[in-house]
């Protein structure tokens, strides 16, 4: 896991530790101090950390006029051991939402697994997006299955064309123009 990069090809766009108002504004990283790691596999040192030990994530951009965020996950999402949803709610979400974000794109090709715990986060996350959203793209099938089972589809809009979406072709606002249609077409 430790050859997995968050992906670097918009840093000539938006980098989280340079934006002041990113909850990861001026933190460090080392190219060579392969410190952190999910289970027994150690994970590139660009993941950064939510205070969980199997979730890590990088904020790929974040652009607070139009109100949205892109963040790609990396790991195991553990809402019964970790509470995940939680952490990345309180500490992420709700710092970028104070600032105007109420649309998240979530990257999950790197997302392994999901543990459910309930529904609480999810459904108070949502609420609080307003006239926002949460998109999940390009998470795996079989993550994709546990959050249609237990019914967290109705607080986050994944499958159709956002579990094949080609995002790194586009430069962010692209992207972002590309997903928002896709989402309000599905949410219309």
Not at 14 to 20: F, L, R
Not at 40 to 54: A, E, L
Not at 105 to 110: A, Q
């Amino acid at each position: 896991m430790h050859y997995v990069e968050p992906f670097y090809q918009w840093r000539d766009y938006y980098i989280a530790s340079e934006d002041p108002l990113s909850p990861f504004y001026e933190r460090e990283y080392s190219e060579f101090e392969f410190n952190q790691q999910i289970y027994n596999y150690v994970i590139h040192p660009q993941w950064d950390s939510i205070g969980s030990s199997t979730l890590f994530i990088k904020v790929l951009y974040a652009d607070y006029e139009e109100g949205f965020v892109i963040i790609e996950m990396i790991g195991e999402w553990n809402d019964a051991i970790e509470n995940d949803i939680m952490t990345f709610k309180r500490d992420i979400a709700e710092t970028m939402m104070q600032d105007g974000i109420n649309k998240f794109i979530l990257i999950g090709e790197n997302v392994l697994n999901f543990h459910y715990s309930d529904d609480s986060y999810y459904e108070e996350w949502f609420d609080e997006v307003e006239d926002g959203w949460i998109a999940l793209v390009n998470f795996h099938e079989h993550v994709v299955r546990e959050f249609k089972t237990i019914q967290l589809d109705q607080f986050l809009v994944t499958g159709g064309e956002l579990d094949d979406f080609d995002w790194g072709t586009h430069n962010p606002l692209q992207c972002f123009k590309k997903i928002n249609k896709l989402v309000n077409r599905r949410l219309e």
